[in-house]
């Protein structure tokens, strides 16, 4: 890792932790973790335990705009089916997979015309926030980008353990 990757990967550590006290800082935190790791978007979603079912969902694209149409149309239809939700609930908590899947994003409206972007390649983990909440985060890329590296999954992992201690700690902290 050259000395710039470094400090990007050190920054984004510290957002993470900054995030977690700050939910204002969550956007930015995502859009980081989206750029840092070569992904086009970034979404993180909220379950209930135990029935793994998504009640919250926020999407950011790498170019910082929120995808609500998307939030709205994962937690009412195809986010119940999805494939790589399956992987990670049968799996150990802040276990990293990667999956293959077409899927088309709405990302807002310009001049009356909904705006899509087409994703393909996705790589996501979960962590347990109590007894009654896990929390998915979910990074995607698109068809004409190559899927998730081998590193890409590896400093997921190490990040993913980040924000698991840190959401852990704020909890602890409201407490």
Known sequence: MDVSAFLATADLVALIYESALDAGQVPAMLGTLARCLGADAAQLQTRSMP????????TFLDDGSRAADFDRDYLQGWGRSDPLLTL???SPW????????????TCGVERGIPQRRTL???MGGAFLQGPLRATVLTLYRRPDSAPFEQWAEDLFGGLLAHIDRAWYSA????Q
Do not use: D, G, P
């Open 51 to 58: 029935q793994w079912v998504a009640y919250e969902s926020t």
């Open 88 to 90: 990670l609930q049968e």
């Open 94 to 105: 802040r276990q990293v997979h990667r999956h293959e899947r077409t899927l088309v994003l």
């Open 120 to 122: 393909r390649w996705t």
């Open 171 to 174: 909890a602890r902290l409201e």
